[in-house]
């Protein structure tokens, strides 16, 4: 297999029966092919070489929930999405039709800092995460990463606007 240049956690190998793509992530691989074939073959080599469990089709990675059908597949982080409005506290919270405030401008050092920047920190990290299924998020989310260095209360109110979007 080759080691992919631009990931260096993906390798791949190409044939003219098809291709197959194996994915690492620590002690975890996700496997797919574009023919069975492939995946039973890589799977008897890994099995020769390593101990392995196979874990069946793929149904969650890395937060990422996977549902497969003859249509396609679908990729989603409902549960991530639902763990980060869990542990702030928003689970019932009202919903916002917008992102930002379009009457707010944040500036670095815009209002009282924040006791707790960390709390701000491992919050956007996880928004930027969930940016991988949700892209309408992302400029938000770029926006409040700006602030990462010295937090403020304004921020924090951003990032919870965020969270609340619908």
Same mark, same amino acid.
């Given at each position: 297999?080759?080691?992919?240049?631009?990931?260096?956690?993906?390798?791949?190998?190409?044939?003219?029966?098809?291709?197959?793509?194996?994915?690492? &992530?620590?002690?975890?691989?996700?496997?797919?092919?574009?023919?069975?074939?492939?995946?039973?073959?890589?799977?008897? *080599?890994?099995?020769? *070489?390593?101990?392995?469990?196979?874990?069946?089709?793929? $149904?969650?990675?890395?937060?990422?929930?996977?549902?497969?059908?003859?249509?396609?597949?679908?990729?989603?982080?409902?549960?991530?999405?639902?763990?980060?409005?869990?542990?702030?506290?928003?689970?019932?919270?009202?919903?916002?039709?917008?992102?930002?405030?379009?009457?707010?401008?944040?500036?670095?050092?815009?209002?009282?800092?924040?006791?707790?920047?960390?709390?701000? $920190?491992?919050?956007?990290?996880?928004?930027?995460?969930?940016?991988?299924?949700?892209?309408?998020?992302?400029?938000?989310?770029?926006?409040?990463?700006?602030?990462?260095?010295?937090?403020?209360?304004?921020?924090?109110?951003?990032?919870? $606007?965020?969270?609340? &979007?619908?």
């Amino acid at each position: 297999m080759t080691q992919c240049k631009a990931d260096h956690s993906v390798f791949y190998r190409h044939s003219s029966v098809g291709s197959v793509y194996l994915i690492v &992530y620590v002690d975890d691989i996700v496997l797919t092919s574009s023919e069975s074939h492939g995946i039973s073959q890589m799977k008897q *080599h890994l099995c020769n *070489h390593f101990q392995i469990k196979d874990l069946g089709i793929l $149904r969650y990675f890395l937060g990422i929930e996977v549902a497969q059908s003859n249509d396609g597949i679908v990729i989603s982080q409902r549960k991530y999405a639902l763990d980060i409005l869990k542990e702030t506290g928003l689970m019932n919270s009202k919903p916002m039709d917008t992102l930002m405030d379009p009457d707010t401008k944040l500036l670095p050092k815009q209002g009282e800092p924040m006791s707790n920047p960390k709390k701000y $920190r491992r919050l956007v990290g996880k928004l930027n995460y969930l940016t991988v299924t949700r892209p309408d998020i992302s400029f938000a989310v770029s926006v409040v990463s700006q602030f990462f260095n010295s937090p403020c209360e304004d921020h924090w109110n951003a990032v919870i $606007r965020i969270l609340k &979007y619908k």
